[in-house]
């Protein structure tokens, strides 16, 4: 079930929520993307790719993206900078 994010009563992301959104509705999540030197928040695609679709792209596990993210926005976890360059993507998202 998607959430939206724009719903007041919203309180987390899924993971098929747009990086847009998510960064968008929870600012927070953006030290998240950076710690993980992913090009998410200055990218084209952000509108559109959504969280599980950016996560492959990195090679990185959804569910364990979106625990982070949840951490950030919950107040738990903060990275902190000065972040390193964002790096590739490591594969294409399949064609649906």
Do not use: K, Q
């Not at 710690?35 to 492959?56: K, N």
């Not at 107040?75 to 000065?82: F, H, L, R």
Request: hydrophobic fraction near 45%.
């Amino acid at each position: 079930m998607m959430t939206d994010p724009h719903d007041p009563a919203a309180t987390h992301p899924s993971a098929d929520v747009p990086i847009g959104d998510v960064l968008e509705r929870w600012p927070r999540t953006l030290a998240v993307f950076l710690r993980r030197r992913m090009a998410c928040p200055g990218c084209a695609m952000a509108p559109f790719m959504t969280v599980a679709e950016a996560a492959a792209c990195y090679g990185v596990p959804p569910a364990e993206l979106l625990a982070e993210l949840h951490r950030a926005i919950d107040g738990e976890e903060t990275p902190a900078g000065p972040f390193a360059p964002p790096l590739p993507h490591r594969r294409a998202v399949p064609a649906e």
